[in-house]
C-alpha cells in the first residue's frame, strides 16, 4: 500500500472512532403509547411469551422485560418539569375554562401565574425571581397541544355600542351554564345572590352652593381638606338587601394606630402602594373577611357573586381560593355596568351623596381641623347607616339579577350620548356563547 493511500486509510479510521467516541445517534421516539404498553404487560402477566407480545404490539421485548421489573414505570422521556403533572394539569384547566367563558388568557398570564405559584411553593428552579421565561413557555405548549396560539377577536371597549342584543345573549349563555353546572338554583334564593364593587371618596368632595350676598360676583371658601386625595372602599350587597363591611383600601404599607384604631372591628383593611385594588387584596377580602362574615350570619353555600371585569378577579390563586369556599364568580358583560351592575344602578350614587353630606356635617363640628384617614372610617361609616335597604334590593331587581328576569334592565341606556341621532342598529355579528361569564368557581374540580 502506497504512503498516499496509507495516509487515507489512517485518517478515515480516526475519523471513524471520533465519531463512534464522540458521537452518538438521535434516539428514536417510542412509537407505542403507554396504554398499548400496559396492554402488552397484562397480556406476557396473563401468560403470553413475552417474544409474542412484542411482536403483537411492535414493542421491544427488552422494554417490556424492564417494565416488568417496575422501572421507569410511567416515566416520561426528556428533562424533568419544575412544575408536577397535577400542577400543570391545573394550570391547563384554568386557561381552557377561562377561554370558554370569554376571557382567554395570554402568555404573560400563564408566566405571571406560575410565578405567582412558585413564589408560594418553595422549589429549586432556574427561573429569575420565580419567573419563567420563553424557552419554558414553548415547552410548556409543546407539552400541552391541547393549547395552542390564536389571535383573539375582540370587542370594542365603547360601553356606548353595547346593544340589548348582547345583554340578553348574556343572560341565556349564564342560565344556560348554571343549569348544565346544577347552580340555577342559587339564583332563586337572594340571601346567596350577591354584587361587589369598588368605589373611591374624595376627602373633599364638591358640597353645593353657599349663601352669600345677593349680587356678589366671586364667592370663595376656604379649603381646609386635600382636594385631590380620596381613598377606594370596596362593597359588597345582597339581593336581600344587606351592605356586608366594607373593605378600605389605603396607600400605605403600614398603617398609623390613629387610623386604624377608629376602623370598625368587622371592617376588612387592604394596603397597596397606589391604593387600588390587586389580586391579592381581593382574594385576602375574599377568604378572610367576606367569608367569614356570610358564615356568621348563616348564609347557604354556594353562592353566587356578580363582578366587573377588573383583573384583580381573574388571578390562578382566586379561582383556587372560590373552589375552596364554594364562591361562584360571574363576571358582568363588558362596559355596561351602569344597566347591569347594582351597585351602580342602586347604591353608590346615594352612598356618595351621604358621604357629602356626612363630610358636611364633619366639618360643621370640625371647623379647624383638616380632614385625613383617620377620619375617613367613621365618617363612611355614618354614610353607610343611611343606605335604604328597599333600594339595594331594588337595584338587583332593576338589572334583572334578582329575580331572574332578561325583560329587567333599561335597555335604552344602550344607547350612549355619542349616538344620539345615530341609527340604533342591533350587533349582528356571531356572538360567541359564554363571552363573558367568569365562573372561577369548580374551574379545576366541578363539584356541582
Same mark, same amino acid.
Given at each position: ?56 404490539? +411492535?414493542? &421491544? /421485548?427488552?422494554? $417490556?422485560?424492564?417494565? @416488568?421489573?417496575? #422501572? ?6 426528556? !428533562? ?21 367563558? +370569554?376571557? &382567554? /388568557?395570554?402568555? $404573560?398570564?400563564?408566566? @405571571?401565574?406560575? #410565578? ?6 418553595? !422549589? ?325
Amino acid at each position: 500500500m502506497s504512503n498516499g493511500n496509507r495516509s487515507n486509510h489512517t485518517d478515515k479510521s480516526i475519523m471513524k472512532r471520533k465519531v463512534g467516541k464522540w458521537c452518538t445517534k438521535k434516539q428514536k421516539s417510542a412509537t407505542y403509547s403507554e396504554e398499548t404498553l400496559q396492554q402488552a404487560l397484562k397480556d406476557v402477566r396473563a401468560g403470553e411469551s413475552k417474544k409474542s407480545v412484542a411482536q403483537k404490539y +411492535g414493542i &421491544p /421485548r427488552a422494554t $417490556i422485560q424492564f417494565r @416488568l421489573k417496575n #422501572k421507569l414505570a410511567g416515566a416520561k422521556r426528556g !428533562r424533568r418539569t419544575y412544575l408536577t403533572e397535577e400542577e400543570e394539569a391545573k394550570i391547563v384547566n384554568w386557561i381552557l375554562e377561562n377561554d370558554r367563558k +370569554g376571557f &382567554p /388568557r395570554r402568555q $404573560i398570564d400563564l408566566q @405571571l401565574a406560575v #410565578k405567582s405559584f412558585l413564589d408560594n411553593h418553595e !422549589r429549586d428552579n432556574p427561573f429569575t425571581n420565580n419567573f419563567p421565561g420563553i424557552h419554558w413557555y414553548k415547552l410548556f405548549m409543546k407539552r400541552h397541544p391541547q393549547l395552542s396560539e390564536r389571535t383573539a377577536e375582540g370587542i370594542t371597549s365603547a360601553s356606548s355600542v353595547v346593544s340589548e342584543n348582547n345583554i340578553r345573549g348574556w343572560f341565556r349563555d349564564i342560565e344556560k351554564y348554571l343549569k348544565e353546572k346544577d347552580l340555577f338554583s342559587i339564583l332563586a334564593d337572594p340571601s346567596r345572590v350577591f354584587n361587589g364593587d369598588e368605589t373611591c371618596f374624595q376627602y373633599n368632595p364638591k358640597l353645593g352652593k353657599v349663601i352669600a350676598p345677593r349680587g356678589k360676583k366671586n364667592v370663595y371658601e376656604v379649603d381646609l381638606g386635600k382636594t385631590k386625595e380620596n381613598l377606594t372602599a370596596m362593597f359588597t350587597f345582597s339581593a336581600s338587601g344587606i351592605t356586608t363591611p366594607p373593605m378600605i383600601i389605603y396607600p400605605n404599607k403600614r398603617l398609623k394606630s390613629a387610623v386604624a384604631n377608629v376602623i370598625p372591628d368587622e371592617w376588612a383593611i387592604g394596603l397597596s402602594e397606589n391604593g387600588w385594588m390587586k389580586s391579592e387584596i381581593f382574594i385576602d377580602y375574599i377568604q378572610n373577611h367576606l367569608y367569614p362574615h356570610l358564615k356568621q350570619i348563616n348564609t347557604r353555600f354556594p353562592i353566587i357573586l356578580f363582578v366587573d371585569g377588573h383583573k384583580s378577579h381573574l388571578s390562578l390563586e382566586l379561582s383556587e381560593v372560590c373552589t375552596k369556599l364554594e364562591n361562584v364568580l360571574v363576571e358582568l358583560y363588558p362596559n355596561c355596568t351602569r344597566i347591569m351592575q347594582p351597585a351602580d344602578v342602586a347604591n353608590f350614587r346615594p352612598l356618595k351623596s351621604l358621604w357629602n353630606k356626612s363630610v358636611l356635617q364633619w366639618r360643621h363640628e370640625n371647623p379647624y381641623c383638616q380632614f385625613g384617614k383617620e377620619h375617613f372610617a367613621p365618617v363612611l361609616e355614618t354614610a353607610i347607616n343611611g343606605l335604604n335597604k328597599e333600594s339595594t334590593i331594588n337595584g338587583f331587581r332593576a338589572c334583572g339579577l334578582f329575580p331572574w328576569n332578561p325583560d329587567a334592565p333599561d335597555y335604552s341606556k344602550c344607547l350612549g350620548k355619542k349616538q344620539i341621532g345615530l341609527r340604533y342598529q342591533r350587533d349582528k355579528s356571531s356572538y360567541n356563547p359564554m363571552l363573558v361569564i367568569m365562573k372561577i368557581y369548580g374551574m379545576f374540580s366541578m363539584n356541582y
